[in-house]
């Protein structure tokens, strides 16, 4: 058995040690309207859902210079956001929009991706996203100086009809592949995955 105390590493080295045990990560890909409309698009893979009520949380790291990443700045400057959970096709754009560009200059513009209006808040949502959540922050706690957790209640869901089942009201995980974040590489070269195989089971029941 391999131990490390995350107490005695450096942060960057504990980072890449529970990254690499805490897979696979769902991403986030938070679309966000700047101070001049222009949208912001960025990929976040420190990222989990809330159930009750419904809500994201998204760990959100400061720039090296200590600065607010403009996803962050945007989120306190207008408080809405839309969440887009997406597929492998997508792989190359989610990838390529994680890079540090001015505030100015919008991703998605760059990507060229298709936007349609959001049902409640102002950004704008990607048309062909299999998943859109429309949210607001509910909250943001400080955890180090150089680190934040935002709380985004989920107000309105949008899904493709393709991935959705009618009889139980929900998405079904075999009908889609969602992206997913594994450690490997560093900034540099970070890996991927696809959902993979699935497994259903009966009711949990332990042994006599």
Same mark, same amino acid.
């Given at each position: 058995m391999i131990t490390r105390d995350l107490r005695s590493l450096a942060r960057r080295d504990a980072y890449r040690v529970l990254s690499s045990l805490v897979v696979p990560r769902p991403i986030a890909w938070v679309a966000t309207l700047g101070e001049a409309g222009q949208v912001n698009l960025a990929?976040?893979?420190s990222f989990m859902g809330i159930f009750n009520p419904p809500a994201l949380a998204i760990n959100l790291a400061h720039r090296a210079d200590g600065s607010l990443k403009d996803t962050?700045?945007?989120?306190?400057?207008?408080?809405?956001a839309v969440v887009h959970i997406v597929e492998v096709s997508f792989l190359e754009?989610?990838?390529?929009s994680g890079e540090e560009v001015p505030a100015e200059i919008s991703e998605l513009e760059r990507l060229? /991706?298709?936007?349609?209006?959001s049902q409640v808040v102002a950004?704008?949502? /990607?048309?062909?996203?299999p998943v859109a959540l429309e949210c607001t922050l509910r909250q943001e706690i400080s955890l180090v100086p150089t680190s934040d957790v935002v709380f985004l209640d989920v107000l309105v869901a949008h899904a493709?009809?393709?991935i959705w089942d009618m009889a139980l009201d929900c998405a079904r995980a075999d009908l889609w592949d969602p /992206?997913?974040?594994l450690i490997g590489g560093g900034v540099a070269a970070p890996n991927y995955a696809g959902l993979g195989?699935?497994?259903?089971?009966?009711k949990p029941k332990l042994p006599e």
């Open positions: 990929p976040f893979s962050h700045a945007n989120l306190r400057a207008r408080r809405q754009a989610l990838h390529a060229g /991706l298709a936007t349609e209006p950004v704008p949502r /990607l048309k062909d996203a493709s009809e393709r /992206l997913a974040r195989q699935r497994f259903t089971l009966g």
